[in-house]
């Protein structure tokens, strides 16, 4: 089936095209965990090539999380930076040396992020119309 005309593909992408800048940032946050909730279980079954696509999925997101990630505009943006860069070496390494236990330092250090983006979401979703997490990633 088409991608266009199936309604759950329609509905995903509605969602994201019209979703607030503070939750697209809540769903790749929610994404990132899922792969990386996956990729642990793939690796604990030894299918490495399941966890080595999730964990390239992950990869991916937290690169678009460094390149939307505007440090200067806000004082936490530089440690968040930070946060970044060092779990996606770890992604990599997690995947290359098949390491569930590296899977498990990036979920223990993004879930916590997750959390909190969530949390700020709703604040923001509550607080003026025009509030936005544009700034940070």
Do not use: C, F
Not at 94 to 120: C, F, G, M, Y
Request: aromatic share 6%; proline share 5%; no cysteine.
């Amino acid at each position: 089936m088409s991608a266009v005309l199936d309604p759950r593909s329609a509905y995903r992408r509605d969602s994201v095209m019209t979703a607030t800048p503070a939750a697209l940032l809540t769903m790749l946050y929610d994404r990132l965990l899922l792969d990386l909730q996956w990729a642990e279980s793939a690796q604990q079954e030894s299918d490495w090539a399941v966890a080595g696509t999730r964990l390239l999925h992950a990869q991916d997101i937290v690169t678009e999380l460094i390149g939307s990630l505007k440090p200067e505009l806000w004082t936490g943006g530089p440690a968040l930076l930070a946060v970044y860069v060092y779990v996606l070496p770890l992604l990599r390494a997690a995947n290359v040396e098949r390491s569930v236990d590296k899977t498990r330092e990036a979920i223990q250090l993004l879930d916590p992020l997750r959390q909190a983006w969530r949390e700020a979401a709703e604040t923001a979703s509550t607080a003026a119309p025009t509030a936005t997490l544009s700034a940070v990633g």
